[in-house]
């Protein structure tokens, strides 16, 4: 299966992002210490940027890690193009993933905005929702199933550019099936290895599940930056990661 978006020699630990879902930047860099050698890409989000901003963004890059935002930027048309055409230059073209949420409008007026890079992820449905809240209406969902709601915005993404998408549970499987037509990146949040709490995450695969299924990448929080020995944990993951590639 090739796919133009992924970098030439990638490795079953290169498709490992870990969360840094921390307060501080001191807490982000001891793991990142821990997990040095083996993992190289990472996810930072709301919770770390407010506190910490472009200056920890700016550290990561200079470490020579791999960096994905996940700020699901969702707005007006006007108001998405403008706040991708305001990330300080020292960024543009460094990042390697950044989230948005909305529809092809939304992809259109970010793509005017950035350049080659980040890569655009649409995120389809959070992996902390299921049937059962499709079933209360959420989200326009009008009771519709969290893969069908998956695809409709799939759809619509890939039509308008996206280069990629956020996608958990069954949809992985069911958007590399109905949309081979594309190109395009599936990352997969709430992975959790056999065994392991599934937390908030209501719809979740194992690392070897999320792979043989399609997906490119994994995001993993807390299986790795909770564990007792956390560079174990990554590397427990990246080993189902490579088994499960010649299933695809």
């Known amino acids: 299966m090739t796919n133009k978006y992924l970098p030439d020699g990638l490795t079953p630990a290169g498709r490992l992002i870990v969360a840094l ?9 001891e793991l990142i210490e821990k997990l040095s050698g083996v ?17 920890f963004v700016k550290s990561l890059l200079e470490k020579g890690k791999k960096v994905f935002l996940d700020l699901k930027i969702n707005d007006i048309e006007q108001t998405v193009q403008a ?25 259109r007026a970010a793509k005017k905005s950035r350049k080659d890079k980040p890569y655009l992820l649409m995120l389809t449905v959070l992996s902390s929702l299921d049937d059962s809240d499709m079933k209360d209406g959420y989200s ?15 759809q ?5 550019g996206c280069e990629g998408l ?24 709430g992975v959790r290895p056999r065994g392991a709490e599934h937390d908030d995450h209501k719809r979740t695969l194992t690392p070897y599940e999320a792979v043989a299924h399609g997906s490119d990448y994994l995001v993993v929080g807390r299986p790795v930056t909770r ?9 427990a993951i990246i080993d189902e990661i490579e088994a499960a590639l010649p299933a695809r």
Do not use: C, M
């Open 21 to 29: 879902d921390f307060n501080t930047a001191e807490e982000a860099n």
């Open 227 to 235: 564990a007792a020995e956390p560079l174990a944990a990554a590397k």
């Open 83 to 107: 706040a991708l055409a305001n990330i300080p230059n020292d960024f543009a073209g460094k990042l390697e993933l950044l989230t948005i949420h909305g529809n092809a409008a939304t992809v």
């Open 166 to 189: 956020i996608a958990s549970g069954a949809a992985v499987k069911a958007l590399r099936e109905d949309f081979r037509e594309h190109e395009f990146l599936i990352v997969t949040p």
């Open 156 to 160: 619509d993404a890939l039509a308008a």
């Open 140 to 154: 326009a969902g009008n009771g519709i199933d969290t893969t069908t709601l998956a695809k409709r915005r799939a």
């Open 39 to 55: 993992v190289n890409f990472y996810k930072v989000g709301w919770q770390l940027f407010l506190g910490e901003g472009w200056p």
